[in-house]
């Protein structure tokens, strides 16, 4: 079968792959140990796969790994600084927003993107940058309140 | 009495892997030379496998194993991860010669990629003898129908030529005696729709061969214990050459309290000596897992003119599908968690549950409940208002209370006679009232209509669950000390998400006086836990947290004895607290947990460890109130929900945090059951909406304003006082929705999902 080789940075580290034409983005990133990447329903529909490719959040499950090459992908694994996490996480985990965890990667990826660019996001808004996220196990309350909570922490830090 | 961990808002001890995305579910690992599993699903309802041939799918370049029915052991079993022996009939097999759904099982391959395994499922010829079909449950015991099981070796089906796969008969008083006696009577029929789990990872197994030969699987299950003991007498190894390991799972809801991809996963294994996975994609999940058994229900329900209810009858026909897993039991709890719920001095309940070509229903959350409760929910409301009351202070009057004991489920157990419940603890009216006060009841009660097309209106329902099967729940736990003063916990418990693990650590901690960091938990691993059933029926806290508390107890004992001769005094002078054990007299002398680990290791040449094993006779209810406010777009059927509450009596709630966690899945899931959700089949038996996009589950977006309230009680039962709370408030959504809809537009609603369309030809002829 015909290869091709990708060049493209994940989280901060250059990377260079050899993947098939027709390789999901997802699968690739899975098959190179980025398993933060979950696999939910293939179709774009459930979020669980989000990571954010040039600041931007997309369902890797709809995005040949080819069209990566050049850029610069965030996965979950990245969104830590080592052992110091990053603010919405750890609101994630001060408000019990967490149950199985499966979208919680998805859903911490798009928060981010949308604190990126609305530092002050309403309710609302933080509801609609969601709603790519489906999440069985929450009613999606504490994760909104999660994000809000790091939202108005970043207000208190200088 | 005071507590320092147990009540406590604490994170997740399981939290940080699943924020940082480490590798933690079954999916997150590669085994070298692991291959790809496919099932090849039947594409007609009902057919007989007239001839299969494999030979091109074999000679697929890449593929390493193909099976067939012709391959494997012939077993009846039922895939319901249930306690030995369970009740639901053994009208399952590995594979069959026969395929009685769209989505049943023809074969299965093991191929190097996904790729070539899909391509060779495709290289499979199979000639099917096409059956009629019975979709319609009205019809499955109509003569003539076609008969789903007419296999001989099938064995605990109730009546098989008529497609029965159970039956319930159980009644208290006579019913017709209390109707007689009652000036009110209201008799109402109400149906309930097809609503899948869609637990965002879908089902997946992997099973490979240990060093020593032994079958290792790993598998998204809320059954580890359970599927090991399946799959041995499935594939006729001994239980103790398999090794079940749950790692994180991405939701279960009891749909993977099911053994569905372990047994074939281990086949293909066996077959081709390499590791297999199996994952369901989504679409797989929506027709070949599970999903909520639809029921048509008739409820009838008697009250005098002074608002007693004398006698209520619940009347079930419901299909479970093309195979009997959690057939009865479901049922059963229709009637025996329901009808309770109010003091009627006669109740009856019979239900046929039956086989039709349909995909197979199985154990979700509410388990039986919802559709009960939608039932009785809404004839109470219409009884109120025959006699002119309130529908909360109607409800209140004749609502079940401390002290009472509901004798129906002494009738009703899990599949056999059951043990008789008394409630031992009962929050509910602060439920009532707090729940009241949150949606605003009295006044938007009487408020009066809205101008314009947009009509409001406010609806309750009480519900109320389990906390664990009576007699047949059991778990057990270990513990031992570290020289540190840390405490390793192993327990059988299946943490699927709603936070067992975190729950457990902080009954573990609580009883040995230590903080959570000092307890490492190690659950769901059949070879290095201790028995449990696993995760269902709200038993977890209860049942296992009962275990875990009793191994710290024992485990305390022995950490007093060894800091009672550290310090020259006796242990019932000691107490642990702060990572410490310290004297209750006014000397004030203290050793640290570390030091008495030191000085029963290396000076004592004795290791502090113990474990216990726990089950309860008796099955405490959690209760909730449900309270929505709805608005009915009267020009397109359009229903909005503006507010619900939801408040709930979980005994004490261990992690509040946590407790209120499950309280809101539950809700979103009991709003989708009530408005969106339903899996949908054409006229074949073929799934119409098998993704998420059709489907509609609920997102952030579509979430009303959600209040959660805890009414937490102490119960004696439970370990410091808890009981359950996972199912008990996905019962409320729907019966407080249909309930809202008729204060605001004066139509009762009584079919499940509640759809725009429907509703608004119901409008329409007003």
């Known amino acids: 079968m015909k290869r091709m080789t990708i060049r493209l940075t994940v989280n901060a580290e250059a990377r260079e792959w050899s993947i098939a034409p027709g390789d999901l983005l997802l699968d690739v990133l899975r098959r190179e140990g980025y398993f933060g990447v979950k696999r939910g329903c293939e179709k774009g529909e459930c979020g669980a796969c989000t990571v954010l490719v040039d600041g931007k959040p997309i369902n890797s499950c709809l995005m040949f790994a080819a069209q990566a090459d050049g850029r610069d992908v965030l996965t979950i694994e990245g969104v830590a600084q080592g052992d110091h996490l990053d603010p919405l996480q750890e609101a994630f985990l001060d408000h019990g927003a967490v149950q199985c965890g499966y979208c919680t990667p998805g859903m911490i990826l798009n928060a981010k993107a949308l604190l990126a660019r609305n530092p002050n996001p309403t309710e609302d808004e933080v509801r609609d940058a969601m709603s790519g996220n489906y999440c069985r196990c929450t009613g999606y309350v504490k994760p909104v309140e999660a994000v809000l909570a790091a939202v108005k922490a970043a207000r208190r830090r200088p | ?766």
């Open chain 2, 1 to 766: 009495m005071t507590t320092h961990v147990v009540g406590k808002n604490l994170r997740k001890v399981d939290g940080v892997k699943l924020v940082t995305g480490r590798p933690a579910f079954t999916d997150d690992i590669q085994l070298s030379g692991m291959l790809y599993g496919k099932i090849l699903p039947s594409p007609h309802a009902h057919a007989r496998i007239a001839r299969i041939d494999t030979r091109r799918a074999k000679a697929l370049a890449g593929v390493h194993a193909v099976l067939t029915y012709k391959d494997v052991p012939r077993v009846p079993h039922t895939t319901a991860g249930q306690a030995w022996p369970e009740p639901s009939p053994y009208d399952t097999y590995l594979l069959d010669n026969k395929v009685r759904f769209v989505g049943d099982r023809v074969a299965a391959v093991a191929a190097e990629t996904r790729a070539i395994a899909e391509k060779a499922i495709q290289l499979i010829d199979v000639e099917y003898d096409v059956l009629p079909a019975v979709l319609d449950m009205e019809q499955a015991m109509a003569p003539g129908a076609p008969v789903i099981h007419d296999e001989p070796d099938s064995t605990k089906i109730y009546d098989r030529e008529r497609n029965i796969a159970g039956y319930i008969l159980r009644e208290i008083g006579n019913v017709e005696d209390g109707f007689r006696e009652c000036k009110y009577v209201i008799e109402r029929e109400f149906r309930t729709g097809r609503q899948q789990h869609c637990p965002i990872e879908p089902h997946i197994s992997i099973a490979w061969l240990d060093p020593d030969g032994r079958l290792v699987i790993r598998s998204s299950t809320q059954v580890p214990y359970h599927a090991r003991r399946q799959c041995a007498m499935i594939l006729q190894l001994p239980v103790s050459r398999i090794h079940v390991i749950k790692p994180r799972i991405g939701g279960g809801f009891g749909g993977k309290q099911e053994m569905l991809l372990e047994d074939i996963t281990g086949a293909l294994a066996l077959a081709a000596r390499r590791p297999v996975k199996i994952e369901y994609t989504r679409e797989e999940e929506f027709y070949m897992a599970r999903s909520r058994h639809p029921q048509i229900l008739r409820m009838k329900m008697g009250a005098t003119s002074e608002g007693v209810i004398l006698a209520s009858q619940m009347t079930v026909l419901a299909t479970t599908g093309a195979y009997g897993s959690h057939s009865t039991t479901v049922q059963g709890n229709t009637g025996s968690k329901v009808l309770p719920m109010y003091r009627a001095e006669h109740m009856r309940f019979e239900c046929h549950v039956v086989y039709t070509n349909a995909p197979v229903a199985g154990a979700f959350r509410g388990y039986g409940c919802p559709q009960g409760f939608f039932a009785q929910e809404s004839v109470m409301d219409e009884l109120a208002e025959q006699l002119k009351m309130d529908p909360v202070d109607f409800r209140r009057r004749n609502a079940i209370r401390l002290g009472d004991i509901d004798r129906l489920s002494a009738q009703l157990g899990e599949g056999r006679e059951g043990l008789p419940r008394v409630i031992r603890s009962c929050g509910l009216y602060e439920c009532i009232d707090r729940g009241a006060e949150a949606i605003g009841w009295d006044k938007k009660r009487r408020a009066r209509s809205r101008p314009g097309h947009l009509k409001r209106g406010v609806g309750v329902a009480f519900t109320m669950q389990g906390s664990g099967i009576a007699g047949v729940d059991w778990a057990s736990a270990f513990l031992k000390m570290n020289e540190d003063g840390s405490f390793f916990l192993q327990s059988g418990a299946s943490d699927v998400g709603a936070g067992a693990d975190t729950v457990l650590s902080q009954i573990a901690a609580e009883t040995l006086g230590v903080t959570l960091d000092k307890i490492v938990i190690t659950t769901g691993d059949t070879d290095t836990t201790p028995f449990d059933v696993g995760a269902y029926a709200s038993s977890t806290t209860i049942i296992s947290g009962g275990a875990v508390r009793k191994s710290a107890e024992r485990v305390r004992d022995q950490v007093l004895e060894v800091a009672a001769r550290m310090l020259d005094t006796t242990p019932d002078n000691l107490i642990c607290a702060d990572n410490r054990v310290s004297t209750v007299c006014p000397c004030s002398k203290s050793v640290t947990m570390t030091e008495i680990a030191l000085q029963s290791m290396y000076k004592d040449k004795m290791q502090i460890m113990g474990g216990d094993s726990h089950f309860n006779t008796d099955s405490p209810p959690p209760f909730s109130v449900t309270f929505a406010e709805v608005e009915v777009d009267t020009e397109t059927g359009k229903v909005r929900v503006v507010h619900l509450v939801s408040a709930v009596d979980p005994g004490t709630a261990i992690n509040p945090m946590q407790a209120e966690g499950q309280v809101q899945g539950a809700v979103a899931q009991g709003l989708g059951y009530a408005l969106t959700e339903e899996l949908l089949l054409d006229e074949l038996g073929r799934p119409r909406n098998a993704n998420f996009l059709d489907y509609k589950m609920f997102t952030a977006k579509d979430m009303p304003k959600l209040t959660t309230i805890l009414a937490e009680t102490d119960e004696p039962l439970g370990p410091y006082g808890a009981k359950s709370i996972s199912e008990v408030p996905i019962n409320g959504p729907a019966p407080a929705i249909a309930n809202a809809i008729y204060h605001a537009v004066g139509i009762r609603v009584r079919k499940l999902p509640i759809r725009p369309e429907e509703l608004l030809c119901a409008l329409r002829k007003e």
